[in-house]
């Protein structure tokens, strides 16, 4: 089992920056991790995600050039910076993590075995 812990969130002016921080209780070097996002009213879709390394990562067009996602290992932590922020970017964010010895980069829900309960990004206009 794996539990995950989202922080970092809150309110920003829209061109503003935050910091998400994801903790992980076990190991995570050994599976790859993602951040989704969820507005009211909308699905969760897909923010960010990296590979076990983080030699790889992948974002969703929308935050391609402003979201920064990775991690260290050595912490058990993933991080994901997020710069120009817009606020369209208003969501409750969420870490997940793929089950053990999955190393490739999951782009969907069902890709992710673990997840945190969230915190919330709000950018004003």
């Known amino acids: 089992q794996v539990q995950l812990v989202e922080s970092g969130g809150g309110l920003v002016q829209a061109g503003g920056s935050l910091r998400l921080s994801c903790v992980a209780s076990?190991?995570?070097?050994?599976?790859?991790m993602g951040w989704f996002r969820q507005a009211p009213g909308k699905d969760r879709e897909f923010v960010a995600a990296i590979s076990c390394s983080g030699g790889s990562t992948d974002y969703a067009g929308s935050v391609k050039g402003r979201f920064t996602i990775s991690r260290d290992n050595t912490k058990n932590t993933m991080y994901l910076q997020m710069n120009s922020l817009k606020p369209e970017d208003t969501a409750v964010y969420y870490c997940?993590?793929?089950?053990?010895?999955?190393?490739?980069?999951?782009?969907?829900?069902?890709?992710?075995?673990?997840w945190g309960q969230g915190t919330q990004v709000t950018v004003s206009s």
């Open positions: 076990g190991r995570t070097f050994s599976r790859s």
């Open positions: 997940a993590a793929r089950r053990t010895n999955v190393c490739a980069l999951g782009y969907s829900r069902a890709a992710y075995d673990y």
